[in-house]
């Protein structure tokens, strides 16, 4: 199920054409979203929306993975800058192949990290190559909520080059 699925005021359309999807979204309606990669392979989907609130940011999307109907599956928290919606396809796009997912610092569901540690901070962007926050600073992104142009297909184009965008909820 999608988010447009879930959209019975229809409050995610409207006319702006600046980056992909609706300019705002509420987070619940992301929640169970799949997650692909650019060589269209199944990654999950997303369990969680972690919010920074101290910063106003969207810090974390917590990426279900592996196992089989819910149990064995590996728990990652994805930063949010490093995912893309590919409104096409009513996804999520994570440039990361499965074999460095699998590598990726995960979790289970009953032992989650301290996410607001620094140690966890560095670790995870380092892996992802993304950067951490700064409260009221820029961020590098292709997030739901950034500035980037055009529909994110997997596109043999693409560049990882991405706009900027503050991230801000």
């Known amino acids: 199920m999608s988010y447009l699925d879930r959209d019975t005021y229809g409050i995610y359309t409207g ?4 980056g992909p999807g609706p300019r705002l979204m509420g987070a619940d309606t992301l929640i169970g979203e799949d997650v692909y ?10 369990k969680e929306i972690m919010l920074d609130i ?4 969207v810090a974390y999307a917590v990426l279900s993975f592996g196992g089989w109907l819910g149990m064995g599956d590996k728990l990652f928290a994805v930063p949010w800058q490093a995912l893309q919606l590919d409104t096409d396809n ?11 997912l699998k590598n990726a610092p995960g979790f289970d569901k009953d032992n989650w990290p301290d996410m ?11 892996f992802y190559g993304t950067h951490q926050s700064v409260p009221g600073g820029v961020t590098s992104s ?24 503050s991230g801000n909820i």
Do not use: W
């Open 15 to 18: 006319d702006d054409t600046e």
């Open 142 to 165: 292709g997030s739901v909520m950034g500035s980037s142009s055009g529909n994110l297909q997997s596109d043999p184009g693409y560049s990882s080059s991405r706009g900027t965008d």
């Open 37 to 46: 990669n650019r060589q269209d392979e199944d990654l999950g989907d997303i």
């Open 90 to 100: 009513k996804r999520f796009l994570l440039d990361c192949s499965k074999e460095h």
């Open 116 to 126: 607001a540690s620094t140690e966890f901070n560095t670790e995870l962007h380092s």
């Open 54 to 57: 101290r910063n106003g940011q």
